[in-house]
């Protein structure tokens, strides 16, 4: 059986990174895709570019390497511009959008928020409809190749897997900047790669403890902006932008 380890959302934050590159190291699988968000919201993005072109395969564009490189009025983002050069910068516009693979028996989708662009957002309690929409293939996924069977992707950092329709979709959380709990997120599929009649195949959803307070103090440390919603969220995992309930 074949191992591929899927990895997001890693935004700057390295010792999540490294504590997850190392969990997957110990599973000792040696493929790894990233579904995108290297950068911003944490404080290292240019460790993250870095680190994450040495150990993945595969990365498809998420939101944040997208608008990080344009040109912005917010303090904010331009404090994470500033973390980046001009490689970084064209290899975050480079990345691809999707990536389709047959691995036993099921056509498997990933990318990063949906397939209608990086910014439409679908959480795991969206209407079946809006959840069944992930399977669309658009201009975007291209719409040559058959639907996909199974859909994995990030972008709204809560991890899950859920089936419906005959379909499965999954979330593979945050590595950096995990809303559901506070802790790294990854997922690991597995099956037979290029195998195109039905085999056993699996998705398996991993957490793993790392140093917060070792993130926190690098954020202090580089005089990240908005630092306390950061350390708030990575702390508690809720999310800086939820109202008061
Ligand atoms: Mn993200």
């Known amino acids: 059986m074949d191992k ?3 990895i997001s959302d ?11 590159l190392e969990q997957i190291s110990r599973q000792n699988i ?10 911003g919201k944490g404080p290292e993005s240019k460790k993250a570019i870095a680190m994450i072109q040495e150990a993945c395969e595969l990365t498809v564009k998420g939101n944040w390497d997208d608008f990080i490189i344009k040109e912005t009025e917010f303090e904010t983002l331009k404090w994470h511009q500033a973390q980046l050069d001009e490689g970084d910068c064209s ?11 047959v691995m036993s028996g099921r056509r498997i989708r990933l990318f990063h928020a949906s397939p209608y662009s ?29 639907q996909p069977d199974v859909v994995g992707y990030g972008d709204v950092h809560q ?28 997922a690991v599929i597995e099956g037979e790669i290029g195998m195109k009649e ?5 998705i398996q959803l991993a957490r793993v403890p790392y140093d917060i307070e070792r993130a926190i103090n690098i954020a202090r440390e580089m005089k990240m902006p908005e630092l306390a919603p950061y350390v708030q ?10 109202k008061e309930q």
């Open 10 to 20: 890693i935004h700057g934050n390295i010792p999540a990174l490294e504590a997850v």
């Open 30 to 39: 040696s493929r790894i895709f990233c579904l995108g968000d290297l950068a």
């Open 233 to 242: 969220e990575i702390t508690t995992s809720r999310y800086r932008g939820l």
């Open 198 to 202: 039905k085999a056993p195949f699996s």
């Open 159 to 186: 991890a899950f897997v859920q089936h419906f329709h005959g379909k499965t979709l999954f979330n593979t959380g945050s590595v950096g900047n995990p809303l559901d709990l506070p802790q790294a997120s990854y």
């Open 118 to 146: 990086l910014y439409t957002r679908v959480q795991p309690w969206d209407s079946l409809e809006k959840r069944l929409g992930m399977f669309e293939n658009t201009e975007l996924t291209g719409m040559d190749e058959p």
């Open 4 to 6: 591929i380890a899927v």
């Open 91 to 101: 290899y975050l516009a480079g990345l691809p959008f999707s990536k389709d693979l």
